[in-house]
């Protein structure tokens, strides 16, 4: 049963450029969260989805980043015209749903803006 | 809101010593409350969890004790090896919540030493 898989691990961009990560979540769960850490701190929420539906994205900056769930394929986490301060790890965790049972996270994207 | 605060690192101890992270919390309610571990270069790995007052969870040697009184869930391990040299991210999950969204708290850097 494979975890959540996420691709690419690392990923370098030069400022402007469009950054796409994907996501598959574990199999069963229909849950994905993404999260950003930036260097040296802690994990923020960034945003919530399931298939076809963002659930909640009040982690998620205003401009330039946005997300999706298709119904079929990965979860997609997309960063427009990135800028150096996106440079950070970003998780994606998935969950079968509220069952308190915490998530499954993936082993992350490095993204490096040059 | 709800948060989590942990003792700040980097917690640098010698192999076989005695390891405490201290943790506390703020929620409303009996949040499900749980420890996660990233090692160098890694994805979050859930370490241990417990989902109601006094329960103590366990897994590879560390140990938690969800004290309501306290609001804390301290991480404990009696003798650290150098391959326990990681992150370690204490997290709450609010009751009463549709779905799964953790708040992490900013994360402890342990480092052992032989």
């Known amino acids: 049963n494979a975890g959540v898989m996420q691709n690419p691990r690392h990923l370098v961009r030069r400022r402007g450029q469009e950054a796409r990560l994907r996501c598959s979540p574990m199999?069963?769960?229909?849950?994905v969260y993404w999260y950003r850490q930036l260097p040296e701190e802690g994990l923020k929420f960034m945003v919530y989805?399931?298939?076809?539906?963002?659930?909640?994205e009040s982690g998620m900056p205003k401009e330039r980043f946005s997300a999706e769930f298709p119904k079929e394929g990965p979860s997609i986490l997309r960063i427009q015209q990135v800028v150096r301060g996106d440079s950070a790890a970003y998780f994606c965790?998935?969950?079968?749903?509220?069952?308190?049972?915490?998530?499954?996270f993936g082993s992350g994207t490095r993204l490096t803006v040059v | 809101g709800d948060s989590v605060t942990q003792m700040e690192g980097p917690v640098t101890l010698s192999e076989e010593a005695f390891l405490t992270i201290n943790c506390t919390y703020t929620?409303?309610?009996?949040?499900?409350l749980f420890w996660y571990v990233q090692y160098p270069g890694e994805g979050l790995q859930l370490l241990l969890k417990?989902?109601?007052?006094?329960d103590k969870g366990s897994n590879k040697g560390f140990e938690a004790t969800y004290r309501k009184e306290t609001t804390s869930f301290h991480l404990e391990k009696g003798s650290v090896q150098v391959s326990d040299s990681a992150v370690y991210f204490c997290?709450?999950?609010?009751?009463?919540?549709?779905?799964?969204?953790?708040?992490f708290g900013p994360g402890t850097s342990l480092s052992v030493i032989p």
């Open positions: 965790a998935s969950s079968p749903g509220s069952d308190n049972y915490g998530y499954t």
């Open positions: 199999k069963g769960h229909s849950h």
């Open positions: 989805l399931q298939k076809e539906n963002i659930i909640d």
């Open positions: 929620a409303t309610g009996y949040p499900s």
């Open positions: 417990a989902t109601k007052a006094d």
């Open positions: 997290a709450l999950l609010p009751m009463k919540t549709s779905y799964d969204k953790v708040i």
